[in-house]
DNA sequence: CGCAGGTCCTGCACGC
DNA sequence: TGCGTGCAGGACCTGC
């Protein structure tokens, strides 16, 4: 479910609620949701417990906390309806809870609560070694695969299109390919293709410099507005950091609105509804007119 | 039955 | 032939 946006929200709710905080317990309710952590429950609940919670970083859609002088984080991944809640430990348990940690800091007792109903995402222990374009940042080893997302400061686009240059893959691939360029998922694929007037079929080795940018400038654009939008959501006493309710409105232009007008259309007078399709195995949706069809499509 | 916003493994094709 | 790489497709889950 949630993509670079939601990510963000919740790792400011971390921050916000849980930073400098120490890990008194540590319950799994589940041990599917540790999937990703091979060595076991048990590892899991001895290395975790005891420690002193940094403040938390992301990187595209993996999230994590470093613990233990910044040797090593907890590494949180939502996959598509995992959520974190930080909560009073007198709340009863939600539906579909599946790892609960307590922590205190100072004389407060809360609970960091992993939820998840399909179990594509989970936690797990990792260390942190040094970024191979920046050796001054640190992420989780499992995490050195994923590219930078469009809102790191170190985004490099001019990267980006050399690499896209080089493939033979169609646009909306290579968007949702976390190791060229992370965060971006199907919504915001289709948002930022929609904003940039291009088509998901396009094959990757014809784009321009110019259309390369584009692509990326509205994806930046797009998860800026939704983050500005959902940055509010998670200041409460109970914080839901990532709610049932909570995801927030992301103004999207496509996605979801197949069968009703282009926006875009709209303003110059013509009436174009949005089409979905199949493709990649998932739903597109895009404008016939605003995004032709390009002359070689490629699956 | 179809649908859901993610990730990763498998197997195939290809070049060296 | 074997190996590495890039790519497409499916598996992994539950609930509406």
Redesign the pocket.
Known sequence: ???LP?VEVVRRGIHRWATYATVTQVEVLDQ?SL??HEVGEADFIARLTGQLLDEPQRR???LWIPYGEGSHALVV?????GQVLVTDPSLPDP??LKIRITITSGDRIQELRFVD????GGLYLDALVPAVDRPEELLPA?VT??GRDPLDDHFDTEAVFRKLR?????LK?AL?D?SLS?G????YADEALFRARLHYSRP?ETLTRNEVSRVYSAAEQVMRLALSQGGTSFDALYVNVNGESG?FD?SLYVYGRHGQLCYRCEERGQETLIE?R?F????SYFCPVCQPVPRRA??
């Not at 991944?77 to 309806?81: D, E, K, R, V, Y």
């Not at 109903?117 to 594509?120: A, G, K, L």
């Not at 990649?280 to 739903?283: A, T, V």
């Open positions: 479910m949630p993509e939601e599917r999937r990703r595209g859609k993996y991944h939502l996959g598509m309806s539906k579909h109903q399909r179990i594509f499992t695969h994923i080089k493939r033979r893959s169609n691939r949702l976390q992370s971006i998922g199907n919504i990757t995801y992301r979905r199949k990649m195995n998932r739903s490629r699956k």
